[in-house]
């Protein structure tokens, strides 16, 4: 089993700042990209940022410039830095992963659960 856990998200006021974890555990042999989605209400799930394993990094234009992704390879965790928020960035943020679980030969697709970011004065 692999499972995605993420962490960090809440209620911030527009121009603030918050610090998005995700943490991938289980039979892991690799990872090849982890990436950040998010949806609003109403809205399809979009892509808001991707880091692959040798290092290249894309970002929605909505965010360039405000946001950051970052790796811990060693703890198989990805970040999400965002700085000036605002409130269209509201909405629930999705960890994405693409991994191979020990003894297969393929990567699969794995989903964190969800966590809640709400820009609001």
């Known amino acids: 089993q692999v499972q995605l856990a993420e962490s960090g998200g809440g209620l911030v006021q527009p121009g603030g700042s918050l610090k998005l974890s995700c943490a991938a555990s289980?039979?892991?042999?690799?990872?090849?990209?982890m990436a950040w989605y998010r949806q609003a209400p109403g809205l399809e799930r979009e892509l808001v940022a991707a880091s692959a394993r040798g290092g290249t990094t894309d970002y929605a234009d909505s965010v360039k410039g405000r946001f950051t992704i970052s790796t811990d390879n060693a703890k198989n965790t990805v970040y999400l830095q965002m700085n000036s928020l605002k409130p269209e960035d509201t909405a629930v943020y999705y960890c994405?992963?693409?991994?191979?679980?020990?003894?297969?030969?393929?990567?699969?697709?794995?989903w964190g659960q969800g966590t809640q970011v709400t820009v609001s004065s």
């Open positions: 289980g039979s892991i042999s690799s990872i090849n990209t």
């Open positions: 994405n992963a693409l991994i191979k679980r020990l003894g297969n030969s393929k990567y699969n697709d794995y």
